[in-house]
């Protein structure tokens, strides 16, 4: 074993557990990974060797630098060319082949979709049978997704946070763990791949990334893949990881800004991915956004539509929660965060073909 357990808050240290998701000395903390400071190995875990994989990864880039004059360079990572299509996929295979290895048969996960169709694909490969929550909402696509996979669905009537509260609940009622990719420090492990991929194919060209944040997993990923190049002394600085949030589910961005936060369940989105009004790890993104010196934004739904919209007019068909992060962009330029001195990226998230039905022709 090469990593032991560190609370996020606390920071009291632990032997790694699977099954333990939080920290009985503080209570509602989870987990983060901490590597033994001799490790001679590159950390990642477990070996590379036992990491189930289904081809995710090493998804493309494209430069649109062309459509924003006044950026240095502008780039997608189109992280929709993922085995399920979406970027949940680098987090659930190293995450399952943990499972695997912790013996794990079958499991209860929640998710607005994304992760649930991700973690169905990735668990029927390894034999392992799923419960997978979902709210009612969720697009059918995402849902049949699940389905085809073989994840056993349940739908769940209300905002988020309720797929969340009823998964817990069925864990209790029938002793199956729960393997949630929001809780379980391993998912965040894999998250790491995607700041390896940026340097390999850039080094240190990359300025700026701007990500639509929900629970926070791939800006807390991006953040200790490149924290662990700097300690390797592959770079010198992290890039910015901007993070955008929608307004009515902005608890990050009020955190950052030390405003109260208080979730109004009227709030709707079509931004579903990152539709969360109670991530787990705030404390974690937070520090993680400040410590890279980044900024957080909230954006409109109409923004969010439009550039939707907009970058199909590129050829690009994303979901349509990763338009936020071109809605970022717009008021990260506004603000004078970013300008000329700037090579900005943002993951296109997840495919547009999971949602289409939102989309207003
Ligand atoms: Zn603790």
Known sequence: ????????????????????????????????????????????LPSPLAIKSLGEGSTPVVRFKDKFPEIGDFIFKLEYFSPTGSFKDRGTSLLLSKA???????FVEDSSGNAGASMSAYAKNLG????????????LNKKNQVKIFGGELHNIAGPRQNSTVAAKEFCNKTGIPYVSHNYNPYFIEGMKSFAYEIYEEFNE????????????????GAYKGFNELKGLGLIK?????????????????????????????SSKTLAGGIAVSDPPRINQVVDCIKRSSSECEVVSEDKTLSWHREIANWGILSEITC??????????????????????LVPITGSGLKDLSNVKF
Request: with cysteine.
């Open 100 to 106: 695997k290895e912790s013996g794990v048969k079958e």
């Open 205 to 220: 060209k990359i300025t700026d990334i701007v990500i639509p944040v929900g629970n926070g997993s791939l800006l807390i």
């Open 1 to 44: 074993m090469n990593h032991k357990y560190i609370c996020i808050e606390c920071k009291r240290e632990s032997e790694s557990d699977f099954f333990k998701l939080k920290c009985e000395e503080s209570d509602y903390s989870c987990f983060d990974i901490k590597y033994y400071e001799n490790n001679a190995n590159f950390p990642v």
């Open 128 to 139: 392992m049978k799923c419960h997978i929550f979902v709210p009612e909402q969720t697009p």
């Open 237 to 265: 600085r992290i890039p910015k990881l901007h993070c955008i949030q929608m307004e009515g589910f902005s608890p990050i961005y009020n955190k950052f800004n030390n405003l109260d936060w208080k979730f109004n369940p």
């Open 323 to 344: 338009a936020a992060a071109l809605a970022g962009v717009e008021k990260l330029l506004d603000k004078r965060v970013i300008g000329k001195d700037s090579n900005v």
